[in-house]
């Protein structure tokens, strides 16, 4: 491949000390340590205390921090940030200038991107075509949550699953026939009322109103989100496979959403990949939505090698959902 595109060239992640555990949970709401195992496959989540007084920026410095240990780079070198969120710091400013500013990367624009459990695809999509139009050369894309604040605890539908953690990825330009070859992502907006947060943005401005009535926490109807999962990431997996001429034989690594590890297991099944070449750390993190893959490839980076086929896939709240077709790098 001769076209200039992007590649991941270091990947870092971070997630809070504090381990919620099901234990735990079982004493906010009605539920056991053997429900959440059976129906969902989390054993604990980790989640930043409000006490810390810190947004999903101090998370994104953190992970940022790891992946500098690992493979430095001059941040001013950087030449844009896009963060993928659904829980920025603020409103306004947006979290990719507070980051660019702290981590020295003055030089770099930044904006976030909302995209819910799919941000991470999404980023390296915009970051993949700002390299290859060929005006940038290297950009970081981070990607990451804090869903605790935005989980009713009240509501034990939904807060078994959420977590928080954060991901980031350097990707720099390459012609070599590693990187992101190929994407695929949709979005169906046509029925929010499956997957929502209504509370505080312009049409639901946050008043006292919307916080009595619980609007400012994620709802689902999990049983439809649990299908419309299934099938989407499947059926996008599968024509990112065909448009590029692979079998899934060829697949060294499917890096799925953690969303349920039923949802997980359902996919590798219609997908015919076996359960050792699916990364799968949802029993220690959870859902972290947009964090999740970022987070898989950060725990499986001594593993992978230079030229392994991988296939990212995620869904999630829009819906949002996709598969992109990678080559590792290093
Ligand atoms: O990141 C993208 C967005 N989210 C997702 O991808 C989530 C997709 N959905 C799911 O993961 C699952 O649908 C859930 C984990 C949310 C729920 O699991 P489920 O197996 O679909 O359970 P269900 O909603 O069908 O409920 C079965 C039963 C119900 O009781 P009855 O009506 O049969 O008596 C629920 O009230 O399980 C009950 N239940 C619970 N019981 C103990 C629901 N949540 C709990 C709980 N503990 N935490």
New binding site residues.
């Given amino acids: 491949m001769s076209k200039v595109h992007a590649v991941i060239t270091g990947i870092g992640a971070y997630v809070p000390e504090y381990r919620l555990t099901n234990a735990e949970l079982s004493v906010l709401?009605?539920?056991?340590d053997e429900?959440?195992t059976k129906?969902?496959g989390i054993k604990e989540r980790r989640i930043l205390k409000p006490e810390e007084g810190e947004g999903v920026s101090y998370l994104a410095l953190k992970a940022i921090e790891n992946l500098r240990s690992k493979r430095d780079f001059n941040p001013l070198e950087i030449e844009a940030i896009i963060f993928a969120t659904a829980t920025p710091d603020y409103i306004l400013p947006n979290t990719a200038a507070l980051v660019a500013a702290q981590a020295g990367m003055t030089n770099a624009f930044g904006f976030d991107l909302e995209a819910?459990?799919s941000g991470f695809l999404y980023g390296l999509e915009v970051g993949n075509s700002f390299i290859a139009c060929g005006k940038y050369k290297k950009i970081m894309v981070i990607a990451g949550d804090i869903l605790s604040i935005v989980t009713d605890y009240k509501d034990?539908?939904?807060?078994?699953?959420f977590g928080d953690g954060c991901g980031c990825a350097l990707l720099e330009a390459t012609t070599e026939e590693v990187g992101i070859m190929d994407s695929i992502l949709r979005s169906d907006g046509s029925q929010p009322e499956i997957?929502h947060m209504y509370g505080g943005g312009s049409k639901n401005p946050s008043s006292h109103e919307t916080i009595d009535q619980r609007l400012h926490y994620i709802w689902?109807d999990?049983?439809i989100?649990?299908k419309h999962?299934v099938a989407n990431m499947v059926n996008t997996c599968q024509d990112v496979l065909q448009r590029n001429n692979l079998s899934i034989n060829d697949i060294a690594w499917v890096v799925p959403?953690q969303?349920?590890l039923?949802?997980i297991d359902s996919v590798a099944g219609y997908l015919g990949i076996p359960r050792e070449k699916v990364m799968i750390n949802i029993e220690k993190y959870g859902?972290t939505?947009a964090g999740t893959i970022p987070i898989c490839l950060w725990e499986w980076e001594p593993q992978l090698r230079k030229g392994d086929k991988i296939i990212l896939t995620a869904?999630?709240?829009g819906f949002t959902w996709g598969a992109t077709y990678l080559i590792w790098g290093y």
């Fill in positions: 709401v009605e539920t056991s429900w959440i129906r969902i819910a459990c034990r539908n939904t807060c078994p699953i997957l689902q999990g049983k989100v649990f999962a959403h969303a349920n039923r949802i859902n939505s869904f999630g709240g």
